[in-house]
């Protein structure tokens, strides 16, 4: 992955994508958690949200490691809302460990809501070891 | 039952138990969308220096979640839940999730969280900040 390409996309915000959460998604995530499907959304089920695509950052690349997430939440998500999440890339540094050079890119999503509110924040600090196209 | 406003530093909150199976792994990852092979084929996770397949961070993430939504109930609302995935989760290993009261700053509890497994090998680390819901207050008993 070119370290370089991917610090030009620092601040580059992706599409905006819009989900609806669907009661039938949420009880599939709650079961395969294992807890009881309340008609609540579990506080990790945003991270099941599609992402927005930004251009020359492929980040579903396979053999990807998570190293760190952080989520802040600012209004109650339910069953039924449509939240809207664009995401952008925040930062991105190299370094090398035990399994060579890791490019560390940490991207943040935030989620708003049909009136335009801010529902939450999530930032997601994605490894990719060197060689992965 | 203790009400979450009676909780002060250093109390621990109930703790979670939670051993994956390859099972839960394929439902988490049709659940949350993600196929990376790293948590569904076991000879790409051992040629990507693994060892073998592992959870995925957030299915871990959630185990906390679920720990945090459990004693939360309806006294409490969640308002920032960060984590660092320290190890690797195998399947069949047990895993326990816990978590203290670190700080206490009016209406919110600062929480510190782990995941450790039997041996004590860390697996995750990880802050909450929880806000007191203050309406219900008056009519609990």
């Given at each position: 992955?070119?370290?370089?390409?991917?610090?030009?996309?620092?601040?580059?915000?992706?599409?905006?994508?819009?989900?609806?959460?669907?009661?039938?998604?949420?009880?599939?995530?709650?079961?395969?958690?294992?807890?009881?499907?309340?008609?609540?959304?579990?506080?990790?089920?945003?991270?099941?949200?599609?992402?927005?695509?930004?251009?020359?950052?492929?980040?579903?690349?396979?053999?990807?490691?998570?190293?760190?997430?952080?989520?802040?939440?600012?209004?109650?998500?339910?069953?039924g809302d449509s939240i809207t999440c664009i995401r952008q890339i925040e930062d991105?540094?190299?370094?090398?460990?035990?399994?060579?050079?890791?490019?560390?890119?940490?991207?943040?999503?935030?989620?708003?809501?049909?009136?335009?509110?801010?529902?939450?924040?999530?930032?997601?600090?994605?490894?990719?070891?060197?060689?992965?196209? | 039952?203790?009400?979450?406003?009676?909780?002060?530093?250093?109390?621990?909150?109930?703790?979670?138990?939670?051993?994956?199976?390859?099972?839960?792994?394929?439902?988490?990852?049709?659940?949350?969308?993600?196929?990376?092979?790293?948590?569904?084929?076991?000879?790409?996770?051992?040629?990507?220096?693994?060892?073998?397949?592992?959870?995925?961070?957030?299915?871990?993430?959630?185990?906390?979640?679920?720990?945090?939504?459990?004693?939360?109930?309806?006294?409490?609302?969640?308002?920032?839940?960060?984590?660092?995935?320290?190890?690797?989760?195998?399947?069949g290993e047990r895993l326990k999730c816990s978590g203290y009261i670190k700080d206490?700053?009016?209406?919110?509890?600062?929480?510190?969280?782990?995941?450790?497994s039997e041996e004590g090998e860390k697996k995750l680390a990880g802050s909450a900040?929880?806000?007191?819901?203050?309406?219900?207050?008056?009519?609990?008993?």
């Open positions: 992955m070119n370290v370089n390409g991917l610090k030009d996309l620092i601040g580059k915000e992706s599409s905006p994508v819009t989900v609806r959460i669907e009661d039938h998604a949420v009880r599939k995530f709650a079961e395969a958690v294992g807890i009881p499907f309340d008609n609540k959304v579990p506080p990790t089920f945003v991270i099941t949200f599609p992402q927005g695509n930004i251009e020359g950052f492929n980040s579903a690349q396979d053999g990807t490691v998570h190293g760190e997430q952080k989520f802040k939440y600012y209004q109650p998500i339910s069953v991105v540094c190299q370094k090398t460990g035990k399994l060579g050079k890791m490019t560390f890119v940490i991207t943040e999503t935030k989620g708003y809501n049909a009136e335009g509110e801010l529902v939450f924040k999530a930032s997601s600090t994605l490894i990719f070891p060197e060689g992965n196209a | 039952m203790k009400h979450l406003w009676d909780y002060g530093v250093n109390d621990r909150m109930p703790e979670r138990e939670w051993c994956p199976s390859a099972q839960q792994l394929r439902q988490y990852a049709e659940a949350s969308g993600d196929f990376n092979p790293i948590h569904l084929d076991e000879d790409y996770a051992r040629k990507a220096g693994l060892g073998g397949v592992i959870a995925h961070g957030m299915l871990t993430m959630a185990q906390v979640g679920a720990m945090l939504t459990d004693w939360l109930a309806m006294e409490g609302e969640l308002k920032n839940f960060d984590v660092r995935f320290q190890g690797m989760v195998r399947i206490k700053d009016g209406n919110d509890l600062i929480c510190d969280l782990k995941v450790t900040v929880v806000s007191l819901k203050t309406e219900d207050r008056k009519t609990a008993i």
